[in-house]
């Protein structure tokens, strides 16, 4: 049975259509489904071996509020059972303001054990108040600028991570026949790495 491995994700939105993205965890037939009729179905496709899927959803009104499930071979995987957030929305334009969030250079909540030297990330902050007042104001879109898929300084659990998949002492890309590299990684200040989408996967917030 597929499964859900990340998403969903809204990426367009006009005042009738949308559309979701999902990845799921082998080919399949996704499918977002909204209370009305609205809704639409999508093929995975295969890229290095990850399933993704880009649903068009089509039928929304204008200026409304949607909510909306999503289904891999006909299975509901989202919203997950049990969730305490409220309901994943499509927001339809009304043709008034549009309102921009923007950031860069997000800082990772650290572990519970270690110490969190910069303070909340602001997306974080972001999502905890909308989750707590759904109704409320909210941006249109957010954008995310400058660097975002790398870090200079990692928690202890991502160090041991990549250290598990390569030497950090050798440059990226470098292969030995003990080691193994990560293509998708650079080596800034000296010995403290950049990873560039190789981080461990984490719980879902």
């Known amino acids: 049975m597929a499964g859900l491995r990340l998403g969903p994700l809204l990426r367009y939105i006009d005042d009738s259509s949308a559309t979701v993205w999902v990845e799921a965890s082998r080919p399949c037939t996704a499918e977002v489904r909204c ?17 993704y899927a880009i649903v068009p959803v089509s039928g929304l009104a204008p200026a409304t509020d949607t909510s909306y499930e999503v289904l891999l071979d006909g299975t509901p995987v989202w919203p997950l059972p049990d969730s305490p957030f409220p309901p994943s929305v499509i927001r339809t334009p009304d043709g008034g303001t ?45 954008l995310l600028l400058g660097d975002q898929v790398y870090a200079d300084e990692t928690s202890q659990a991502t160090q041991h991570w990549l250290a598990a998949r390569r030497d950090l002492a ?36």
């Open 35 to 51: 209370p009305g009729g609205a809704g639409g179905t999508a093929r995975t496709f295969q890229i290095a071996g990850h399933h």
């Open 170 to 205: 050798e440059p990226p890309g470098s292969r030995s026949r003990t080691t193994r590299s990560t293509p998708t990684s650079t080596t800034n200040r000296g010995s403290t790495p950049r990873s560039a989408g190789c981080c461990p996967p984490s719980p879902a917030a």
């Open 98 to 142: 549009v309102r921009v969030a923007f950031g860069s250079c997000r800082w990772a909540a650290p572990a519970e054990d270690e110490k969190d030297t910069v303070g909340p990330d602001a997306l974080d902050t972001l999502a905890t108040r909308i989750a707590a007042a759904p109704e409320g104001e909210r941006p249109d879109v957010l």
